[in-house]
Antibody, heavy 119, light 110 residues
Framework: EVQLLESGGGLVQPGGSLRLSCAAS????????MSWVRQAPGKGLEWVSG????????YYADSVRGRFTISRDDSKNTLYVQMNSLRADDTAVYYC????????????WGQGTMVTVSS | QSALTQPASVSGSPGQSITISCTGT?????????VSWYQQYPGKAPKLMIY???NRPSGVSNRFSGSKSGNTASLTISGLQAEDEADYYC??????????FGGGTKLTVL
């Protein structure tokens, strides 16, 4: 069974850092593009970042470029996003999602992990 | 990276058909056949309902269909059921090598 399990969310002060993890099971990350998508409380979905199946392509929304870094560890079959210089408007539920290709259609989603940026 | 434009809300009675529009630009919806639609219940993760404009993943009811004309994509739900009441989001690949979502549409089944 294909599953995605996010972890690493929590409360962080403005300007702080956090690393989210997404453990994949039932498939290998290297065979699929992956994305991070966030949803602020009561708001819509916002794509944050993506990585190609080969791992050579990484992509970012303007709102996080230069502050967030997507990566993966194939030996652990785990996707990451390192989030630096966090701001209040980064507060959201963060989902990892498996792509049908790369940046095409997100066919499997994790349950999400909450990130709150507040002093 | 402006969000795609969706109506904030639509409604319909059981058994009826409804259509949700998703308007982008010639740099996203109009250029690529990589439009997807997602269904989301409150407090739950989104679920892929349509990909590549009009394809349904395995297990998705054939009451859901998608289409595109120019810069506007559409999701049609026929034979509306109470369980269809949810938020719906469109997304598209863009020429900037990003993914962009619509603002979301709340579907109410009357």
């Amino acid at each position: 069974e294909v599953q995605l399990l996010e972890s690493g969310g929590g409360l962080v002060q403005p300007g702080g850092s956090l690393r989210l993890s997404c453990a994949a099971s039932g498939f290998t990350l290297s065979s699929s593009g992956m994305s991070w998508v966030r949803q602020a409380p009561g708001k819509g979905l916002e794509w944050v970042s993506g990585i190609s199946g080969s791992g050579t392509g990484t992509y970012y929304a303007d709102s996080v470029r230069g502050r967030f870094t997507i990566s993966r560890d194939d030996s652990k079959n785990t996707l990451y996003v390192q989030m630096n210089s966090l701001r209040a408007d980064d507060t959201a539920v963060y989902y990892c999602a498996k792509d049908r290709s790369t940046l095409r259609a997100l066919e499997m989603w994790g349950q999400g992990t909450m990130v709150t940026v507040s002093s | 990276q402006s969000a795609l434009t969706q109506p904030a809300s639509v409604s319909g009675s059981p058994g009826q058909s409804i259509t949700i529009s998703c308007t982008g630009t010639s740099s996203d919806v109009g250029r690529y056949n990589y439009v997807s639609w997602y269904q989301q219940y409150p407090g739950k993760a989104p679920k892929l309902m349509i990909y590549d404009v009009s394809n349904r993943p395995s297990g998705v009811s054939n009451r859901f269909s998608g289409s595109k004309s120019g810069n506007t994509a559409s999701l049609t739900i026929s034979g509306l059921q109470a369980e269809d009441e949810a938020d719906y989001y469109c997304s598209s690949y863009t020429s900037s090598t990003t993914l962009v979502f619509g603002g979301g549409t709340k579907l109410t089944v009357l």
